[in-house]
């Protein structure tokens, strides 16, 4: 799952978008538009309701009082909004002898005192847009003609979803999250083939290279199974050095391999019980050269040459075939000496049996510092004592 975090940001920001404009949505719905009207106060930064007399004149008695005045008042709310205006209506403050006659786009009813008019539901007016002006009128008929400068508007914002900015940053959100999470499924899935491939290139090396170890080991019967524990045991001291994962898989080819140069060697010369001449000595020492050329080209595994050319050189530099010392030695090398040496000695040979764990050892830190890197030896010691050698 950490493999698409970036996605699910992105998304989860893109969701948290969506529910607040939801919750805005249900707030500005629910919430009412209020707006108090006075001869101080006309106007509001969301709705402008103002009424004008636009004709008066005057009647003999309409209201039961006598002579009075009728005048036809025209209003007009005008919404600055982003949402439409709905289910408003305006309380008109009238004298209490003053009486509405007649109206249009809307219903007037008297209630406590007070004259409210309510937008008819079938009509524009009923649902102000945004940025419109809706118009409304009445007649009133009073002992005056009045100036109507002191009334209430209450009514409910209604702004469609496409009005709300965090619709769009939601969808800009969602489109990006998607287009990641894509991105990233795509990588993953291009990743996980190429993970497939470098493990099946990587089964087709081991095999290839167990099966020529294998060949190699069977050149002397004294030593199947010598470059599988050589492997084995350079793995386990790399582990007690801390390399690098890589480092310890490499390491692994390369001493699987660090003997390839006996292919060249005779068998009678790999299988001779007796003590070697001189010049066989000089013929056996002579598969490390072997190895090196044979490992020249493979250059996919770093070191895999030097683990072939090196690996019987000594710390003190009275090696072969160079004579290299101390750190001159490449680092696979000296570790290869080392497991190489230890398996040698926990191993029948034709000219001799195994030798105890106590002389092995005994072996091992007499010779650290001259045969062996002695920082390496520390490392052996130690996995024999832990008996992890088996």
Not at 373 to 387: A, C, G, Q, S, T
Request: net charge negative.
């Amino acid at each position: 799952m950490k493999k698409y975090t970036g996605a699910c940001v992105v998304l989860l920001l893109a969701v948290l978008c969506f529910v607040g404009l939801a919750i805005q949505i249900w707030t500005d719905r629910n919430k009412e538009v209020f707006l108090e009207i006075s001869a101080e106060n006309e106007t509001s930064q969301d709705v402008s309701v103002w009424i004008e007399v636009t004709k008066s004149w005057q009647d003999k008695d309409k209201i039961g009082l006598g002579p009075c005045y009728g005048a036809q008042y025209d209003g007009f709310v005008q919404n600055h909004m982003n949402a439409a205006l709905m289910n408003w209506e305006l309380e008109i403050l009238l004298p209490s002898e003053a009486k509405i006659d007649s109206s249009w786009n809307g219903e007037y009813t008297n209630e406590n005192g007070k004259i409210y008019f309510k937008p008819q539901e079938d009509l524009d007016i009923a649902w102000v847009k945004p940025d419109a002006t809706e118009g409304f009128g009445f007649i009133v008929y009073s002992n005056k003609v009045l100036e109507l400068t002191d009334f209430v508007v209450r009514g409910h914002k209604y702004a469609t979803v496409a009005s709300y900015p965090l619709l769009y940053i939601g969808l800009v959100l969602l489109l990006a999250g998607c287009i990641v999470l894509a991105w990233q499924i795509a990588f993953a899935v291009r990743t996980r083939k190429l993970e497939q491939r470098r493990i099946n290139d990587e089964k087709i090396i081991v095999e290839t290279m167990m099966t020529l170890a294998n060949f190699i080991d069977a050149k002397d019967e004294y030593t199947r199974g010598h470059s599988t524990r050589v492997s084995a045991y350079s793995v386990k001291l790399a582990k007690k050095m801390h390399l690098e994962e890589d480092e310890i898989r490499q390491l692994s080819y390369i001493a699987l391999m660090h003997d390839c140069g006996k292919m060249g060697i005779p068998d009678y010369i790999l299988n001779k019980p007796d003590k070697l001449t001189a010049e066989e000595r000089e013929i056996i020492e002579q598969h490390t050269v072997l190895g090196g050329k044979i490992l020249e080209n493979m250059t996919s595994i770093p070191g895999i040459r030097d683990g072939a050319l090196y690996h019987h050189e000594r710390y003190d530099g009275k090696g072969y075939p160079e004579g290299l010392s101390d750190t001159d030695i490449p680092l696979y090398a000296r570790i290869i000496c080392v497991a190489d040496s230890f398996d040698a000695m926990n191993s029948d040979r034709c000219y001799r049996k195994r030798l105890s764990m106590d002389t092995i050892k005994k072996e091992l830190q007499e010779n650290a510092g001259k045969q062996f890197d002695p920082e390496i030896v520390k490392y052996m010691l130690r996995i024999i004592e832990e008996k992890d050698y088996a």
